[in-house]
């Protein structure tokens, strides 16, 4: 087998895929298993549950970022604050390497 192609199963199904390196370009390695018809009411009900499943993944990231959001938002003003006790001390030069 040539070293840009590369075989692996798929995360979802566990049909074998082969990825093309030299073209980007990704397929089944045996296109008959992977046009195996299913239920039309088993393909809704499984995209369903999938949309469930992202939509808590982002409300629970959305979360995620509000707390980062207020976490650093108090770190800048105890940070403002510190700066300010000392006004006649400069800040640090970036360009000073000592």
């Known amino acids: 087998m040539p070293k ?13 895929i082969e990825l093309n390196t030299r073209n980007g370009k990704v397929r089944a390695v045996d296109p008959k298993e ?19 499943r992202l939509t808590s993944v982002f409300d629970e990231a959305t979360s995620d970022q509000k707390g980062d959001e207020k976490r650093l938002s ?9 700066a300010s006790k000392d006004k006649d001390k400069k800040p640090d030069s970036i360009w000073d390497l000592e």
């Open 74 to 82: 108090n770190l800048f003003d105890q940070a403002k604050k510190e």
């Open 4 to 16: 840009h192609i590369f075989v692996s199963s798929c995360p979802c199904c566990g049909k074998q």
């Open 34 to 52: 992977a046009e195996e018809s299913k239920d039309i009411d088993s393909v809704l009900e499984q995209q369903k549950s999938e949309g469930d």
